[in-house]
């Protein structure tokens, strides 16, 4: 399974972007499961949403659970994080990944997507 993320960018604080990740070259809706992660400079990448294979379960990070989204369409092979009153410590790279099982711990991902850059200016 190929990841490719998108959507990135700078943003004020308070304001909102919609990152999105299309999968390519696997079965995407049947047997995985997708999820959120992000990295700041000098920090180790942390879980931010994941989604089941329906989309009926999300869970969230508590950083960011009431401002945060992870939608899936798998008719389209995409998944999305609607990101709303971003702060500047939603400053990071934020992956996408693939799952068999759902799970919050990165080493239970083994497809990731290259990353796309948000940054938040206060």
């Known amino acids: 399974v190929q990841l490719q993320a998108s959507g990135g960018g700078l943003v004020q604080a308070g304001g909102s972007l919609r990152i999105s990740c299309g999968a390519s070259?696997?079965?995407?809706?049947?047997?995985?499961?997708m999820g959120w992660f992000r990295q700041a400079p000098g920090k180790e990448r942390e879980f931010v949403a994941a989604i089941t294979r329906s989309g009926s379960g999300v869970y969230y990070a508590d950083s960011v659970k009431g401002r945060f989204t992870i939608s899936r369409d798998n008719a389209k092979n995409t998944v999305c994080l609607q990101m709303n009153s971003l702060n500047p410590e939603d400053t990071a790279v934020y992956y996408c990944?693939?799952?068999?099982?759902?799970?919050?711990?990165?080493?239970?991902?083994?497809?990731w997507g290259q990353g796309t850059l948000v940054t938040v200016s206060s």
């Open positions: 070259g696997g079965t995407f809706s049947s047997y995985l499961y």
């Open positions: 990944a693939a799952s068999l099982g759902l799970s919050t711990y990165t080493s239970a991902y083994a497809y």
